[in-house]
C-alpha cells in the first residue's frame, strides 16, 4: 500500500487568486496581473521568514500574517500603515473563503480513492485557518480528518523532520511507501527527502530550486494536470 500525503496551499489550489482579488480592492486597480503576482510572490518569501519567527516564539502568529503584507508591499514601493495591512489580512481571509480545487486535482483525488492507497494532508499554519480552507475546499470527501495534520497543533513546521515522523507513527506507514506532494521546495521537497519519503515538487509557480542543495525531488510537475498525469501512470 502507498501513502500519499499533500500540502494544501498553493499546491491542491491557486493560492494567488485570493491575494489578487484583496490587492485591486484595497490597494490598486490598475496593476496588471502580472504586477500583482511579482508582489504575491514576495509575500511568500517574506510569509516563509515570518512563518519561521512565529515558530519559534520570536513574534506573534498576527504579525506574520499581517507583517508579510506590510513588507511585500514595500519592496514594490507601496508603503502601508498597519492599520491597512491588518485590513489586508482579513479581506484575504474572507477571499479564501472561496477558494477551490484545481479541477484536475478533483479529478485526481476522485481517481486516487479508487486505488489501494492511504490519502492524508500535511501542512503548516494555524490550525482553526488552515481547517477553515481545508473545509472549504471540502476535502473530507476524500480525505478523513484523523488524515489531516497541521503544523499549529503540534508547534512543529515543515520542514523539521520531526513533523514527518509524527505523521509516519499515527497512520502509520514507512517512508519507501510514502509520496508527499508540495509547492515548497524548501518546506515540502527538503523535508520529505530528509526522512526518505518519496517527493512530488508542484512547481507551477516555475520557482527554481536551491542549486546547493543535496535533495532533488523525485518528480517535478508545473501544472495540476502534469500532477494528474503523473499519478495516473
Not at 112 to 124: C, E, G, P, R, S
Amino acid at each position: 500500500m502507498t501513502t500519499i500525503i499533500f500540502d494544501v496551499d498553493d499546491t491542491l489550489y491557486d493560492q494567488a487568486l485570493s491575494f489578487h482579488e484583496t490587492f485591486k480592492h484595497l490597494i490598486n486597480d490598475t496593476y496588471n496581473y502580472d504586477q500583482i503576482d511579482r508582489i504575491y510572490h514576495a509575500s511568500r518569501k517574506h510569509s516563509e521568514t515570518l512563518f519561521d519567527q512565529s515558530e519559534r516564539g520570536e513574534i506573534t502568529v498576527l504579525d506574520w500574517q499581517v507583517g508579510r503584507y506590510k513588507l511585500a508591499l514595500q519592496d514594490f514601493g507601496i508603503d502601508i500603515n498597519d492599520d491597512l495591512a491588518l485590513e489586508f489580512h482579513k479581506q484575504y481571509k474572507r477571499a479564501q473563503g472561496k477558494i477551490t480545487l484545481f479541477p484536475e486535482v478533483e479529478t485526481l483525488l476522485d481517481y486516487l480513492k479508487t486505488k489501494d492507497v492511504t490519502l492524508a494532508i500535511l501542512t503548516n499554519g494555524e490550525v482553526a485557518h488552515q481547517s477553515m480552507k481545508i473545509d472549504q475546499l471540502q476535502l473530507e470527501k476524500w480525505i478523513p480528518k484523523e488524515n489531516t495534520f497541521i503544523s499549529g497543533a503540534y508547534g512543529i513546521a515543515k520542514p523539521n523532520p520531526e513533523i514527518f515522523h509524527i505523521i509516519e507513527d499515527k497512520l502509520p506507514t514507512t517512508p519507501e511507501s510514502t509520496i508527499y506532494v508540495g509547492d515548497s521546495f524548501e518546506k515540502d521537497i527538503v523535508g520529505a527527502k530528509q526522512v526518505g519519503w518519496q517527493a512530488v515538487w508542484m512547481n507551477h509557480r516555475q520557482r527554481q530550486a536551491d542549486q546547493a542543495c543535496s535533495y532533488t525531488a523525485d518528480q517535478e510537475v508545473t501544472s495540476a494536470k502534469e500532477m494528474l498525469d503523473y499519478f495516473k501512470k
